[in-house]
Every structure is written in structure tokens, then in C-alpha cells.
């Protein structure tokens, strides 16, 4: 079998090369190591050739022998311009050969200085590990090279940790936003909205049961503008919850006003007859009136 188009790609030959693809070429042809053309090119670092290749449609993806592909080949001569188009053409950088090797391993251990950078500014993972545990740091000899690995694999940790804890911040953050919608209960969305958009200052005042001064009316009275009315501003359940005590305290009230003067009558000799039941003090009922916002006293 001839192995034209292998030769030439290994070569740097470019015009046969591109004579052969023009005449229908079989990009995939593989050798007896199941190397494609593109895989030598990539090896000898003709960059033409890869270029070439890849825009005739080569499979960048194409494994060989041991699963090395295209930028593995690249990488174990240093040829960091032939990555460097790989990686354009879409070649992933942390791809791994069957013995969990990548690009970033197989160039550090025979100490390419520059194509180690390009592979880490690509997002090469130094953390990365083979079949036996092994980092591109633990494989590299160049000392040099070997420190680089080490602050770009503290980096990736660190920047791993800090995702981590904006993660669990946000974690945070919406479980407070849930457990804040659970304590407002019916409240509208837009209400809560408002409610947290608004500071403390900002809230409406809230009238203290009976309709005497609450704690934030008394401590700020002088000068301070007058309470809203009950309803105006305060959700629906707080307004009907306030409404109820006012209510209550205002019945009560009056219950005592008309225990009094029936007292007063009695002692003037114009009490109840014995055995006469004096008159129940009717309850007065308040009414929460929405659309204009104030209470109006009804009798029964």
C-alpha cells in the first residue's frame, strides 16, 4: 500500500501534498502505527501541512496507536505553532491517551518550555493526573518548568476554592430569599419586593393596638410626620389583624361606658325591675374599607 500523502506530510511536502488531496486523497488513510497524515504533519511541525490538512476536512480528532491524536504528536516534539492551529481547529487541550496522558504531560516531561504555555493559556489542567497518579509537574525535569507547573496548578486550586465559595454564597443567599418569602406569607410579589427594597427607615410606622403610639411613634414624635392610617400602606393581614384589636379594645370600652350609667340609673331609683336582666351592651364592628383607606363604626 502506497503511503504517498504520509510522506509528504512528514516531509513538509507541501505541493504534493495539496496535488494529493486536489486529486481525492484518503485523508484517513491510516499507516501500520494507524497514523494519518495529519498526525505526521503535527509530529515534524510543518505547519503548512496542517494547515492544509485540517482545511481539506483531516480529522483533527483521529486517535493512533496508544489513542494519541494529532496534538499529542505536536506536543511530544515541541512543535507548539502545529498545536497551535490543533487547538484553533477545535482539538480538545486536556484530551488524554490511553495511559491518561495529555499534551500538557507529554511536553513538560521532555521540557518544552513554550509549548507548555500555550497549552496552560489554552486551560490545560495541571491538576491532571495519568493511570499513576501523576501530574505534568511530577513528570517534568527541567526545574524551571517544574516551579511554572506548580504556581499554575496553586492558581487553578485557589480560583477552584473561591468558585466553590461564591457558589455556597449564593447558596446562601437564596435560601434566605426563600425563608424571607415564607414569613410574608399572602403578600403579593411586587409587596415583598417593595418591602425589600425599602430600608427600616423607609417601612410605615405601625399604630400599637387600641390606637395608642407605637414604640417607633414615641421615639420619634417631635418632628416626625403623622402615622399612616391603618390600611394604607400595611399589607392586607397586618391591616386586618390591627383592625381586629382596635376593634376589641373599642367594644370593650364601651361595654364599661354603658356599665357605668346603668350603675349611675340604679342608684337614682330608675333601675331594672329585680329580676330583670339588664340590657348587653351592643359591640360596636369596625370595617376595613380598601378603596378609601379608613375604618367606619357600624351598630348591629
Known sequence: ????LHNAARNGDLASLTAQIGEGANLELRDAHRRTALHLAAWAGHVDCVKALLAAGA?????????????????????????????????????????????LMIAAKHGFKDTVQLLLERKADPSA??????????????????????EAQAQRDASTAG???????QQKKQRNV???DGEQGGAQPHQRQQAAAAGPAERPQQQAPGGGKGQDEEEGEEGAEPA????????????????KEQATA?????AQRQG?????TAAAGGGPAAGEQPPKAKKARVELNYDEEDFEEEED
Open 1 to 4: 500500500m502506497s503511503f504517498a
Open 59 to 103: 480529522n483533527h480528532n483521529a486517535d493512533a496507536q496508544d489513542g494519541m491524536n494529532a496534538l499529542h504528536f505536536a506536543a511530544m516534539k515541541g512543535q507548539t505553532d502545529a498545536a497551535r492551529w490543533l487547538l484553533n481547529s477545535g482539538i480538545k487541550v486536556n484530551s488524554k491517551m490511553r495511559n491518561g496522558s495529555n499534551a
Open 129 to 150: 493526573s495519568d493511570r499513576r497518579g501523576q501530574t505534568a509537574a511530577d513528570v517534568c525535569k527541567d526545574e524551571e518548568l517544574k516551579q511554572l507547573l506548580l
Open 163 to 169: 468558585n466553590a465559595a461564591d457558589a455556597a454564597k
Open 178 to 180: 426563600r425563608k424571607w
Open 228 to 243: 399612616p392610617q391603618i390600611g394604607a400602606e400595611l399589607p392586607p393581614e397586618v391591616a386586618a389583624r390591627l383592625a
Open 250 to 254: 373599642e367594644a370593650a370600652e364601651a
Open 260 to 264: 357605668g350609667e346603668a350603675a349611675a
